[in-house]
T-cell receptor
Framework: DVKVTQSSRYLVKRTGEKVFLECVQD?????MFWYRQDPGLGLRLIYF???????EKGDIPEGYSVSREKKERFSLILESASTNQTSMYLC?????????????FGEGSRLTVL | GQNIDQPTEMTATEGAIVQINCTYQ??????LFWYQQHAGEAPTFLSY????GLEEKGRFSSFLSRSKGYSYLLLKELQMKDSASYLC????????????FGQGTELSVKP
């Protein structure tokens, strides 16, 4: 079975802190994604990557950056956390064509910024 | 532009059949996904329709009409464990094929 593991289930950070969210997948998937999920807004794509060192902006990249130095790992970075970044963050991976592949999601990281 | 619409919430009775609708307007079309998400858990894949018609997988079926920009998820013999959010999603080629999700339909199954 595909396993997508996110480093932290729950985090509490203060405004202005730098935050790292880590995601690791164990099935050699080419594509990895970071979404945030908010009530009433659904899942929104922040960034995705279709290869090592490659990244593409999603719908809401502002205030975020990503890093993919190894195929299995995709990190989301909040350079200076703000309260409006309080959310559930979901990492996902897929094989093959990144627009039509089945997504495998991690359990999510619930971030609260105070 | 892109738009995916689905009802916010639905309620159904255990043992019954429920149909969750999804309408989409995306630039280009290359399939439509349904995902299930239980509260506090990650979304999991249910189905992917590329061609018109109904695809059945046990108690769950998914239907697609490309000409109408319409899909539905049909759940038969509802069980309490089917209480979850059901997410409709499709790639939008005006945005490079990025997968766009609807807001999700929260289904409550009552005894």
């Amino acid at each position: 079975d595909v396993k997508v593991t996110q480093s932290s289930r729950y985090l509490v950070k203060r405004t202005g802190e730098k935050v790292f969210l880590e995601c690791v997948q164990d099935m050699d998937h080419e594509n990895m994604f970071w979404y945030r999920q908010d009530p009433g807004l659904g899942l929104r794509l922040i960034y995705f990557s279709y290869d090592v060192k490659m990244k593409e902006k999603g719908d809401i990249p502002e205030g975020y950056s990503v890093s993919r130095e190894k195929k299995e790992r995709f990190s989301l970075i909040l350079e200076s956390a703000s309260t409006n970044q309080t959310s559930m963050y979901l990492c996902a991976s897929s094989r093959g064509a990144w627009d039509t592949g089945e997504l495998f999601f991690g359990e999510g990281s619930r971030l609260t910024v105070l | 532009g892109q738009n995916i619409d689905q009802p916010t919430e639905m309620t159904a009775t255990e043992g019954a059949i429920v149909q969750i609708n999804c309408t989409y307007q995306t630039s280009g079309f290359n399939g439509l996904f349904w995902y299930q998400q239980h509260a506090g858990e990650a979304p999991t894949f249910l189905s992917y329709n590329v061609l018109d018609g109904l695809e059945e997988k046990g108690r769950f079926s998914s239907f697609l009409s490309r000409s109408k920009g319409y899909s539905y998820l049909l759940l038969k013999e509802l069980q309490m464990k089917d209480s979850a959010s059901y997410l409709c999603a499709a790639p939008d080629y005006n945005q490079g094929g990025k997968l766009i999700f609807g807001q999700g339909t929260e289904l409550s199954v009552k005894p």
